[in-house]
């Protein structure tokens, strides 16, 4: 049986900041490929370049050296506009919800669907209402984000993030403000939506408590790409214990 092409490509890929005697590498030579429907973690201590390489997988930092392909298409010297096309087919989760406080639930998922102008206002409600209530906040589509729970804005933010159903969704600490519970939950949500659909999921955390949920780990150190498994999840556990302590 063939190999799926991978939603994500990534060939011997550096990135700088800043300009002449200031210019710094952040990341070395980064290879990695990540395939339809599949969830990878990535773990690694502050600084080691887990939100630059995330930016620029989600299109959001211009790509400067090597190669990054979305779904095929290269995104080394692409244009703004063909990085705003890339960025509609990703769906973004971050560590503060970033809900529009005064949307209902509805309509903060709604804004999503309305980014494509062919679908019909009714269409983008009712798949807004069937979304939330695949994250079971079906009872809460018509309240506003103070009135919620932590664990519920992030459902909110997940159901946002996979309405459209895209190819790829990026997750950056998702459950770092979240208790024990609500932490399990949305990440379990996310696992059971992303197989459903078909969701590849690249994952940034520090929490030990989800490597679990994960396909495969894989571990950045200072800028390098330093482990890529899929079937160490006890050993990783340990590992970034031991890096977070």
Known sequence: ????????????????????????????????????????????????????????????????????????????????????????????????????????????????????????????????????????????INYYPDNLSGGQKQRIAIARALVNRPPLVLADEPTAALDKQSGRDVVEIMQSLAKDQGTSILLVTHDNRILDIADRIVEMEDGLLARDSQSMVSRYDSGVKNHNS
């Open 1 to 140: 049986m063939m190999r799926q092409e991978p939603v994500i490509a990534i060939k011997n890929l550096n990135h700088y900041y800043g300009r002449g005697a200031l210019k710094r590498q952040i990341l070395f030579d980064i290879n990695l490929e990540i395939y339809p429907g599949e969830i990878v973690i990535m773990t690694g201590p502050s600084g080691s370049g887990k939100t630059t390489l995330l930016s620029l997988i989600g299109g959001l930092r211009s790509v400067q050296e090597g190669s990054l392909k979305f779904l095929g298409t290269e995104l080394i010297g692409a244009s703004q506009n063909q990085l705003v096309q890339a960025r509609r087919k990703i769906g973004y989760i971050f560590q503060a919800h970033n809900l529009l406080g005064f949307l209902t639930a509805r309509q903060n998922v709604q804004m999503a669907v309305e980014l494509n102008d062919e679908i019909a206002q009714s269409e983008a409600i009712a798949k807004s209402e069937t979304m939330l209530g695949a994250v079971g906040l079906e009872e809460k």
